[in-house]
């Protein structure tokens, strides 16, 4: 796997341990909880603000980097990057100033994983730990996910007569506030997309936050369609919802 260095020493990486997901997860809170105050990533990770919750959610996410699966080449299905600086204050030590997920995804086994059904939601989500016998906040959850993730579903499946039948999904994207504007997004989508190429010249797509896409529109990445839809029962129509629109590599090419 690849790395690299820019200028003020920039590196982007392959996560291969543990507490390097427990630090990114800082850098996720701060952008999508702080600073984005994103309604979809903050009923997924409730109690964020305190240090219990963080760890919690950390913990969550080190589980799933724990079951990451592999493609019949023998590639990780799901990548998690981080973009390290060197530490101002302290000689030879990094600190992980951004993070991102890719995911190669597909409907035919041994090409990526497959696209999570509605229904399934709730187990891969882990909704049960997370609301325990909430299930109304565990519905709003699937609706809210199934409704961001509807465009990236279809991708999956019209890819299914592609030539590698898959595609690169930017799954997570968060730069750490203090560190944002130094071209850290644009590493680690850069990166992304090299290893797209190297898969197989597979097409990336993505949610866009308000925020994310001013970069990946620099990058290639295509809006298709308007703003994404939420669809929610009527008791959750009022709660506040992100903007985000599809992106995608190719336009409509499947
Ligand atoms: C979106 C985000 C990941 C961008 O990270 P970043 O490291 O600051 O982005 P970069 O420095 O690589 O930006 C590259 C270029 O994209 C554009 N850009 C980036 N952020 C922008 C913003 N908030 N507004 C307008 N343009 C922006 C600029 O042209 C920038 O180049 P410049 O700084 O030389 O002008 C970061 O702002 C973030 O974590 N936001 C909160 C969470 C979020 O929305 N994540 C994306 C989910 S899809």
Redesign the pocket.
Known sequence: MSSMNKGNGLRIEPIDQSEDIIQAFDCVCE??GR??Q?GVWIAMTPGWETSAGRSLGAARMVGRWRDITKDKNGKPNTIFLKATLPSPQQENKRIIA?FAIWVQASSVAGFGDPAVKEEELCDVMNLEEIYPGNKAEQRYLCQTVASLHRQRAEVIKAKSTADPPAVMILD????DPT?????????LVQWGLDEAQRRGDLEAI???????R??YG?MGFVPQGSEIEYLVDEEFASRSRPSNIFMRTRGSLA
């Open positions: 952008a999508f600073q984005a994103d951004g997570l994207c968060a730069v560190h944002q504007r130094k071209g850290i997004a644009r590493a993505t949610e866009a936050s308000a925020m994310g001013h970069v620099q």
